[in-house]
Nanobody
Framework: QVQLEESGGGLVQDGGSLRLSCTAS????????MGWFRQAPGKEREFVAS????????YYTGSVKGRFTISRDAAKSTVYLQMNTLKAEDTAVYYC??????????WGQGTQVTVFS
């Protein structure tokens, strides 16, 4: 079971920025991709962004395009989510996720992001 350690959540004013980090207890060569999901109160968990480990290809949900940037430090098995121009609707628990190259996946414990006006 891959362990994921998340950090960087918190309280931020509308229009502000936060950076989330997530490190996997997995060798970089065993990772297929990593990403972020979020779950707001009363809503289902939704995809936010992901990045492939070999090529670094990135994918975003429409509502965060142009505001969020996902990146990775492949050698450190770490993924980042830079969140700019945050809005109240970005308030959620953000979960890190990893897909292993040979199958299997894991979730982080979640980190709270709260945007206030």
């Amino acid at each position: 079971q891959v362990q994921l350690e998340e950090s960087g959540g918190g309280l931020v004013q509308d229009g502000g920025s936060l950076r989330l980090s997530c490190t996997a207890s997995e060798r970089p060569s065993n990772i297929y991709n990593m990403g972020w999901f979020r779950q707001a109160p009363g809503k289902e968990r939704e995809f936010v962004a992901s990045i492939s480990w070999s090529a670094g290809s990135t994918y975003y949900t429409g509502s965060v395009k142009g505001r969020f940037t996902i990146s990775r430090d492949a050698a450190k098995s770490t993924v980042y989510l830079q969140m700019n121009t945050l809005k109240a609707e970005d308030t959620a628990v953000y979960y890190c996720h990893v897909n292993k190259l040979l199958g299997g996946d894991s979730w982080g414990q979640g980190t709270q992001v709260t945007v206030f006006s």
